[in-house]
């Protein structure tokens, strides 16, 4: 490996000061609303939920724990509660 790949210990670490956040606790940041870095997936989300016609479906794919259950359920309740009621049978 070339001399100007090898990192030095203190390269491996990043240290925060938490002065430097401003904030004296965590329950004083706002939480997080939507996915964060995902802008092309809720895209195609809502471009595929968008979708009327029948005998379409999606297929989602993550790693487990990384909130796709949640964030799918999060944009179909959003679009429900701007969609008429559909009528009863």
């Given at each position: ?21 401003g904030i004296e606790t965590t329950a004083e940041i706002e939480p997080l609303e939507g ?16 979708v009327s016609a029948q005998g379409y479906n999606m297929f989602v794919l993550g790693e ?26």
């Amino acid at each position: 490996m070339p001399d100007d790949c090898q990192l030095e210990a203190t390269q491996l670490h990043r240290e925060c000061e938490p002065t430097s956040l401003g904030i004296e606790t965590t329950a004083e940041i706002e939480p997080l609303e939507g996915v964060l870095g995902q802008s092309d997936a809720m895209e195609a989300l809502e471009f595929g939920v968008a979708v009327s016609a029948q005998g379409y479906n999606m297929f989602v794919l993550g790693e487990p724990g990384s909130g796709r259950v949640t964030f799918v359920r999060q944009i179909l309740q959003a679009r429900a509660a701007r969609e008429d009621t559909p009528p009863d049978w």
